[in-house]
């Protein structure tokens, strides 16, 4: 196995999650489809939704409403063991009705004969006192 971050890996994952988060933002479906794997196996634990297998994430990604998806991305780790398997977490503010919200995503990665594809998420979020 080749070294845990390898520079490489690591520039290639961080433009790919880029990716991800410009069409998370922008409800461009079929980016975030393309990058999550089309599989039984895959899980998506969303803030309101567990969601397993590739029919379940699109189902709800399709009938989801979106309003104010837009966030502040900080804190943002990527690790890669090898070249063809990552780990993502990420911690964002987000607002909703005068609220601010904290939250943390964090995605499993792994490299297929067809690419990077995400093979498990979660999303949580934390109100913010004050």
Known sequence: MRAINDAAVVAEL?????????ALC???IETLDNLFWDAPEV????VT???Y???EVRAFRQGREVVNVDREMYNLKIVTFG???AA????FRHMTDGVVWLGRQSQMWRKFPQGWKIVSAHVSLLPVEG
């Open 49 to 51: 939704e567990n969601l």
């Open 53 to 55: 297998g590739g029919d």
């Open 83 to 85: 070249v063809d398997t």
């Open 14 to 22: 961080t433009a790919l999650y880029l990716k991800y988060e410009t």
């Open 88 to 91: 993502v977490t990420l911690e």
């Open 43 to 46: 899980v998506r634990f969303g």
């Open 26 to 28: 922008t409800n461009d």
